[in-house]
């Protein structure tokens, strides 16, 4: 069994898929790029602020599904520009401050909306 897990804290989808899918013990976040949800626009500031608001999108998707950031156990990081790594980690680092889940990381030829960086979670709920 799946279940959609949606909030108006974090952008619409931009295309055909859910915010988030809880499956069982499971959440599974759909990438979230540095959009303001107030507005569905890029938020300014570079790679330091696009990382900050994808990841408070991805908070408030996991809070949505009644969790937080600590039950995070995977996160992908796409980034636009690899040159942006350690600018975006220095932000990531401040939400995962003690146990930070696995990661990946991946510079992308382009990412939707012109965004700098898109970040995606598995979340364990159980």
């Given at each position: ?46 790679i330091e ?19 937080d950031l600590?039950?995070?156990?995977k996160a ?51």
């Amino acid at each position: 069994m799946k279940k959609v897990i949606s909030t108006g804290k974090a952008p619409a989808a931009v295309g055909p898929y859910s915010q988030a899918i809880r499956a069982g013990e499971l959440l599974f976040v759909s990438g979230q790029l540095g959009i303001d949800p107030a507005t569905g626009k890029l938020v300014d500031g570079g790679i330091e602020k696009q990382t900050e608001q994808a990841l408070r999108n991805v908070e408030s998707i996991v809070e949505a599904a009644g969790s937080d950031l600590d039950a995070v156990v995977k996160a992908t990081v796409f980034l636009q520009n690899m040159s942006d790594f350690t600018f975006m980690n220095g932000v990531y680092s401040s939400f995962f401050e003690s146990d930070p889940p696995a990661r990946a990381a991946f510079e992308v030829a382009q990412l939707p909306l012109g965004g700098l960086v898109e970040i995606e979670a598995i979340v364990h709920l159980g």
